[in-house]
């Protein structure tokens, strides 16, 4: 079981992605913009990062990029609405260790976490 | 500006694809099965937009714009009466917010649901047309038709012509009827319509 921080500015969504991971025995945090996430990470020190892409203040790939400046072997996988192949594309170019769609489906979820932590 | 009937055919087919992944994303979301009617595609001056739609709805809306930008760039609206607006964040929360003010909580829980059903319809625009769309953070308007209708500007480019495809949607069981609209000005609208014969010449 992990410490999975949630970066995303929408409380609907965080509070999704809480539903799913906790009752599978992870250990949960959040912040609400990319900034807040950062400091999150660098003092919580989360096994594994659900980032949005669409926020207010920095975009996703901006937190991810930085994310990984921070700590090269951050794991990170990317919970967006975008659907788009090309961002699918950017995300895996930009490091993310994975990328799930919204609406967010448990089984979908947790075989990416599951996943990246064994990754 | 006028249509021919091969791109209005190409179009719509393009956008029956989109919606069809926006109602199946509504359905998951809610656990309803969505009913989705034939998408309308038309071009409007952007004047005569408040009376196209207030002939399907009327009065204080709630509408999730979405700004995409890109080689085809313009507003992405989901539009839902208040009332509507209210059944769908309660069918989200199970909070029963009946039919009051929407709170701070449930106007959030709308723009999520904006989001989400946006980019799944213009996401599949970017897929099937190998274009990339930019996504910018959706705003909630809370308004009357037409003032929401005064805010359409993309950038410093204000919408003079634009190019309106919706469809309405209700979710079987409850009485949510809501309105998809795509706006695009017609320097947009023609980079459109030139990806869109390309797909369809790919697809035949």
Redesign the interface.
Known sequence: MARILIID?????RRMMRAILEPAGHEVLEATDGITGLERYFLDKPELVMLDL???GMHGLEVLEKLREMDPAARVIVA????????RT?VAAAGATGMIN??L?AETVLQAVTEALRG | MILTDEQKDALTELINIAFSRTAAALSDLTGHRVILNVPQVAVHPITDLQGVLAEFVGGEIASVHQIFTGPVSGDAILMLNYEGANILVDLLTEEGAGSGRLDVSGQEVLMETGNILLNACLGVFGNLLKVHVSFSVPRLHLEELNAMLDSLVIGKEELRYALVVYTTFQLRDSSVTGYLVIVLGVASLDRLLHAVEEWAQLKT
Request: aromatic share 0%; hydrophobic share 35%; charged share 15%.
């Open positions: 500015d929408s409380a609907l969504s669409t926020m207010t967006t609405a975008d659907i788009q192949s090309s961002t950017m919204k609406p489906a």
